[in-house]
Each structure stands twice: as structure tokens, then as C-alpha cells.
């Protein structure tokens, strides 16, 4: 029944290792995303495919590597943990960029990453 | 750069109507999106306006002025569960590319 799902939901880890979250929309889409919010609720684009191809990619660290294996899945590996990037990461997806008037993301759960 | 502002908090009772304003300064402006995020919850899609005037959705209203580069988001006859966070988020160009603003946290009293 869950339109946007993401794996898992909480991940606590040591600095310096790798992490990989997983994303998947059921809902037909073509466009899936990448967001991260901070501790004061800020959140920012990182990435964005569309179909399988990268679209959106914001200034990120390249320790950051997404990856879209078909349109349904997006996932995002983390390299080299750092204290940092302790955050809650939400995947989203919408129809695609269409350019039609109505522009709803779904939003996964998300998965509240903390690095110690 | 791309800035959105919003009032950091908002308070008021419940039945009452309060308007949470968005200024921006984007490049590439394509239309202005609300959502609302629950504590620890996922953001959930309230509303869009693409061209000026006023969109109504239930209790929900929402407000674009291109020229003033602000828009607002109404709440009427508010209820406790509507407390949260509200988000104004800009789409830029013809791409589902989101700014988000820096959200304003509702908190209804009874």
C-alpha cells in the first residue's frame, strides 16, 4: 500500500564508515529525489533522477553517490561518514517533468542518519 | 543566490484563521508549492499556485502574487492536528527542481 518507501528508517553508525539507504515508489513515476534535512528542519535538494537519468545534482560531496537501477528504485550511498551529514534523508518522487501545472512530491518516511 | 522567507513561528487558538506568509527571490520562478511536515513526519503536499490569485482547498487557501514575488498560505477553522511545519517551496524553470523555504512552525492552542 505504500506509495513512497524507504530502508531503513533509522541508521546509527561511526564516523568513517559507508551507508547505503534504499527508496522505492510504487506509484508509477518517472521522477524520484534525494532531500536531506538538517537539525533545524532545512531542507535541500541533492538529487534528482528522471527515468533512470540523473537530472538534478546539487552541490553535494562526492562521498555522496546515487543510484537509480530502474525508475521505481533510488538509492543513496554514503562514503566516509562524517559527523555532518547526521540528518533525516527523504527520498520523493512525482510524475515527472512534464511541465504540467500541478507538481506534487510524495514523500517517503525517512531515514534519520546518526553519525557519532 | 535562491531565498525563501517565512515567519519562524506561528501561534493560535483553535476555530481561529491565521496566514503564513512567503516572500522569494528565485531565479527561474515557475510556481510556489505548500507543504506540511508533522514532527517526525514526511512533508506532505498541501497546495500549488502557478499563476497569481487565490487556489482554495477545503480550510486550505493559498495565495500568489508574481509581481510581489509573495505568496501566503490561509488556514481556517484550525484544529489541533494542525499543528506542524509549513513549508513554502519554489519550483524553478519547467522542472520539478524544489527550493524549499525555511518553514514555519504552527502551534494550535485550545
Known amino acids: 500500500d505504500t506509495a513512497v518507501s524507504q530502508t531503513p528508517k533509522y541508521l546509527v553508525t561511526q564516523m568513517g564508515n559507508d551507508k547505503s539507504i534504499k527508496c522505492e515508489q510504487n506509484?508509477?513515476?518517472?521522477?524520484m529525489y534525494w532531500y536531506k534535512q538538517d537539525s533545524k528542519k532545512f531542507l535541500k535538494i541533492m538529487f534528482s533522477?528522471?527515468?533512470?537519468?540523473?537530472?538534478i545534482n546539487e552541490t553535494v560531496p562526492n562521498r555522496f553517490s546515487p543510484k537509480s537501477p530502474d525508475k521505481a528504485h533510488l538509492n543513496l550511498h554514503i562514503n566516509s561518514l562524517e559527523l555532518g551529514d547526521s540528518a533525516v534523508y527523504f527520498c520523493?518522487?512525482?510524475?515527472?517533468?512534464?511541465?504540467?501545472?500541478?507538481?506534487?512530491?510524495?514523500f517517503g518516511p525517512g531515514t534519520r542518519l546518526t553519525v557519532l | 543566490g535562491q531565498s525563501l522567507e517565512q515567519p519562524s513561528e506561528v501561534t493560535a487558538v483553535e476555530g481561529a484563521i491565521v496566514q503564513i506568509n512567503c516572500t522569494y527571490q528565485?531565479?527561474?520562478?515557475?510556481?510556489l508549492s505548500w507543504y506540511q511536515q508533522h514532527d517526525g513526519g514526511a512533508p506532505t503536499f498541501l497546495s500549488y499556485?502557478?499563476?497569481?490569485g487565490l487556489e482554495e482547498t477545503g480550510r486550505f487557501s493559498s495565495f500568489l502574487s508574481r509581481s510581489d514575488s509573495y505568496g501566503y498560505l490561509l488556514l481556517q477553522e484550525l484544529q489541533m492536528k494542525d499543528s506542524a511545519s509549513y513549508f513554502c517551496?519554489?519550483?524553478?524553470?519547467?522542472?520539478?527542481?524544489?527550493?524549499f523555504g525555511t518553514g514555519t512552525r504552527l502551534q494550535v492552542f485550545p
Open positions: 520523493a518522487s512525482s510524475l515527472g517533468t512534464s511541465g504540467r501545472r500541478d507538481n506534487e512530491q510524495f
Open positions: 506509484l508509477g513515476h518517472d521522477t
Open positions: 533522477y528522471n527515468n533512470k537519468e540523473l537530472i
Open positions: 528565485t531565479s527561474g520562478f515557475y510556481g
Open positions: 499556485n502557478a499563476l497569481d
Open positions: 517551496a519554489v519550483r524553478l524553470g519547467n522542472t520539478d527542481k524544489l527550493i
